[in-house]
Structures are given as structure tokens and as C-alpha cells.
């Protein structure tokens, strides 16, 4: 194998510090990247080997079947997370190619940002926090275990200035202005990724450290705002009357308008701004959503009752099962013991089992699950159980 000259090192150096050379002065650069451990590459920035690292994460596909906002119907067009979070990318990267920032750390932050997330969406992540916080006192957020699954589950030793990023991405609150925190150290960012758990309010008080970050928490909203309309709407018929409150009412309007206005108030400042008008109607079209969209019965129609019970049921079969260490249980054959988890995850957990840790771990695992892998777990170790009735799916060709 040919290894790299001095001369040719020295190319690849000048072609990251030319393209670095027309970035904004509030833009984050490759030498500001900070990471728990050292880890050279010739070939690319250290952002980049983020993006790597989050692609070729095994979790990273798993987001393929887990659903934003509808869950029970067979369509191939409704919104699934590995499509939003490339939308969050592809909006993110629009924003930041205008105003000269970091494309890479913000593709990084982008991709990677869900990767945490439960199946069943949000409805998901309330009732394992619930089941959590029950047995241990702590919270579980998505954001926070997006980190947790590249950081400690996967191992994949990305930089703090992307983890920070992710942690911090949840925007839903609409703001008119979006500006930075001062940048962490390592030590600084396990701290807050810590308080988190501790205290639920600290979500809430989170900022992106980088302006890139800053760009993917709003992003965010803008992706899902037009898009879950669109499901609504165009894919599953809903007769709801949404209206344009002035950025449009399509998925490409709203898009448009938001990206334009954002360059057009942001450019030559160390902080995103959004216009008064952009603001309040980014304010009405989310509490319009809410009303119309997420609290409608399509959107939340066979979860109480069917989805958080089998919730309860898995969790405290598995914790009783992981205390027992039954190598047979699923937590064992589809998890622990399949290669799916790093190393250094199975190596926390083969020492004393407290019950934290057992906790972490079944949260961990049920946390991964697909929405399909999740219901089939629950046929698969209770088939006569009433509860499977609970559930059922609208066809392709049912009324």
C-alpha cells in the first residue's frame, strides 16, 4: 500500500486552508475542532470524518423505518427519518453556502441529529422517558441520546463542536434570532450532556456552540413544517383547512421563503436572524400544525392504547431479563451480542449491573428498535396477546 509523501500531505493541507479561506470570520474551521482523541486523516477535515463516521453508523439505517408523525398507514411517501434528516441537511447546506460557513461540520450535525430517536416518533420517546425517569430519576430526550448512540453505544469519537450540535438541535420554540453559545471544551460539554439528564429543564436553555449549529436547529423546524403538511394533505387525504399566513403554503413555499429571508437578515452577522413578519408566521403555521396535524386522530389514534402498554410490557421484560442475564432474550441475540454495539459498550456492562445501568441498557436497546422491529418483538414474545389487536395499519387500498 502507497502511503502519502510529504509533498502530497502538504497539497491536501493547502486545498482544506484555500477552501477555508473564503468562509465567513464566524464560521467554525477545521483547526478549531476539538475531540476527545486524537484522530488523523490525510484525506479529509476533521468535520468530514464526522459525516464518515455518522453514515456508516449501524443506526443510521434504522432510521428508514422510523416515522415522524403518522405510523400506521402503508405509504412509501409519508415522511420517515432517514428522508428529514437529509431534508435538515439539504436546507442546512442551502443556508450555510450563502452565508460562507462550514458545510461539512453542518452536514455532520444534520444527518446525525435523530439518530437518537425512538420509533413511534415523539409519542415514542414520551413513554420511554416516562418508564425511565420511573426507575431512575432521569430523563431521556431524543437529542440527548443521539449523542449517547454516537458517543458511548457506537463509539464513533466524532468532534465536540458536532455532538454539541446534535445535543442541541431541538428547535420548538421558534426564535427571531439564533446566536451561538461560546464554544466547549470536552470537559465543559460532558458536563451540560450530564445536567441533562439531571434536570429536565436544561433542555429547554440549550445553544448550538457553533453558528452552524445554530442553522441546523432552525432547519430543523423548516423541514418538518411544509413536509408533515404535506403528508397530511397530499398522502393521507386529511380534510383540514391550513392556511398561508404569509410564507407560503406548500413544502417548497415554505422552504423558499424561510432560506430566503434567513441569508437575506443573516449575512455578515455571528447570529442568524428572521425577519418580524418571518417570525410570526413561523409561529402560527407550527401552532397551526399542532392543532390540525399532531393532535388530529390520525396522528395519535392507537398509541395510548396499544403502543405505550406494549411500551411497559417490553421494558420491564427485558430489565428483568438483563438482570437475569438471559442470553436468550432479544436484548442478548438482537442487540448486545450481535455485533451492532461497539466494544467498548459490551465491556461497560459485563462488570457490576447496577440499576442504572441495567436501566441505560434496555433504554438503550428499545431506543434502536424500528417501529416494524418494535411490534414484531412484541407478536414474536406475546402472539395471543389482546394488545397486537390494538394496533392495526391502513392499507394501500383501504378507504
Known sequence: MKNFTDAQIAELNKITASTEELYS??????????RK???ADVTRPPFLVDVDKIIHCPFFNRGSDKTQVFSFYKNDD?????????????????IGRALRLNLDLIEAIA?????????????????????????????FN????????????SNSKLTVQTLDGILCHC???????????????????EKTLEDCYADREVIGRLRPSTLEGCVVRLSDMVAYLGKDRQDAQFRLKMRIDLHDFGIGGSNREIIKNVVEDVVANSMDKPYLSISPDVFEALKKTKDENYDKIYKSKQATAQYEDGVKPMFERLY??????????DKNSLI???????????????????????GLILNDVVCDFMASMTDDYFLEAYRHLYPDDKLNEKVKFVGYFDE
Not at 142 to 153: A, E
Not at 316 to 325: I, Q, S, T
Request: overall charge positive; aromatic content about 12%.
Open 25 to 34: 470570520p464566524f464560521a467554525c474551521r477545521s483547526a478549531q475542532a476539538v
Open 37 to 39: 482523541e486524537n484522530y
Open 78 to 94: 409519508i415522511t420517515r427519518r432517514s428522508s428529514h434528516v437529509q431534508l435538515v441537511s439539504r436546507i442546512s447546506r442551502t
Open 111 to 139: 444527518i446525525g441529529h435523530d439518530i437518537g430517536h425512538t420509533p413511534f416518533g415523539h409519542r415514542g420517546e414520551w413513554y420511554l422517558d416516562a418508564l425511565y425517569n420511573k426507575n431512575t430519576g432521569r430523563y
Open 142 to 153: 431524543h437529542n440527548v441520546h443521539s449523542v449517547r448512540v454516537l458517543q458511548k453505544i
Open 171 to 189: 428547535g420548538e420554540k421558534v426564535n427571531g434570532e439564533y446566536r451561538p453559545a461560546p464554544q466547549k471544551s470536552v470537559e465543559e460539554f
Open 316 to 325: 420491564y421484560r427485558f430489565l428483568e431479563e438483563l438482570d437475569k442475564e
Open 332 to 354: 442478548y441475540v438482537n442487540y448486545l451480542n450481535d455485533g451492532i454495539v461497539s466494544k467498548n459498550y459490551r465491556e461497560l456492562y459485563r462488570g457490576e449491573k447496577s
